[in-house]
């Protein structure tokens, strides 16, 4: 059972566009919300949280949505630029414990 | 150190072979937690530590799989009697609190063969 679903395996987008990225759960005792992005023989990088007080934060040119009633969180990156190309993964917590990962999203930004 | 640790960075065992993956967290960090990166997938938690204390092992595959922390920094996972199922990438996080800035490693890629 997927706790945390990352439907779209793949998305491209041009550079200076808009990326949105985005990510389901299904456990309502989530209460914390991570992005995460990985470069291949990397460790996943920390990009940006939310806690499930929140809607939305922003950090430059990352801003994250969360939906709580939609169970639904989103990932935006304005503008692309092609070193954004990487795997991006969100995760979830509950009670400040382990993250439960979703499958990924492959991020291609074309110049 | 700067950074979470892990080594080594690629291991190649033979089915049957046991084999031990390291882990030296953050300095001064308390909760280093070990997760499974199968090809293709998320990230999967195995265990995590605070402290010396393993303070949740629900995610371990079986009984093959282990992990100690004997003297509060360096972990340690343990896999016996390796099998090709667990080809993966083996990542270990840590944080300065439980709950938050998760620092991950770069990763142990182990190829059973």
């Known amino acids: 059972d997927q706790q945390v679903k990352q439907n779209s395996p793949s998305l491209s987008v041009q550079e200076g566009r808009i990326s949105i990225l985005n990510c389901d759960y299904t456990?309502?005792?989530?209460?914390?919300f991570l992005w995460y992005k990985k470069y291949p023989a990397e460790g996943p990088t920390f990009l940006i949280s939310?806690?499930?007080?929140?809607d939305k934060n922003e950090d430059g040119r990352f801003t994250v949505f969360l939906n709580k009633s939609a169970k639904h969180l989103s990932l935006h990156i304005v503008p692309s630029q092609p070193g954004d190309s990487a795997v991006y993964f969100c995760a979830a917590a509950s009670g400040g414990n382990m993250l439960t990962f979703g499958g990924g999203t492959r991020l291609m930004v074309k110049p | 150190g700067a950074g979470v640790s892990q080594s080594p960075r690629y291991k190649v065992a033979k089915r049957g072979q046991d084999v031990a993956l390291r882990c030296d967290p953050i300095?001064?960090?308390?909760?280093p937690f070990w997760y499974q990166q199968a090809l293709g997938q998320g990230p999967e938690f195995l265990t995590y530590f605070q402290n010396e204390a393993q303070l949740d092992k629900s995610g371990l595959p079986s009984d093959r799989f282990f992990a100690e922390r004997p003297e509060g920094s360096v972990s340690t996972l343990k896999i016996q009697r390796t099998q090709q199922e667990d080809s993966a990438v083996y990542l270990c996080?840590?944080?300065?609190?439980?709950?938050?800035?998760?620092?991950f490693g770069s990763g142990t890629r182990l190829t059973v063969v």
């Open positions: 300095s001064g960090h308390v909760s």
């Open positions: 996080a840590s944080s300065a609190r439980t709950g938050h800035g998760y620092t």
């Open positions: 939310i806690s499930s007080i929140k």
């Open positions: 456990n309502s005792m989530f209460d914390y």
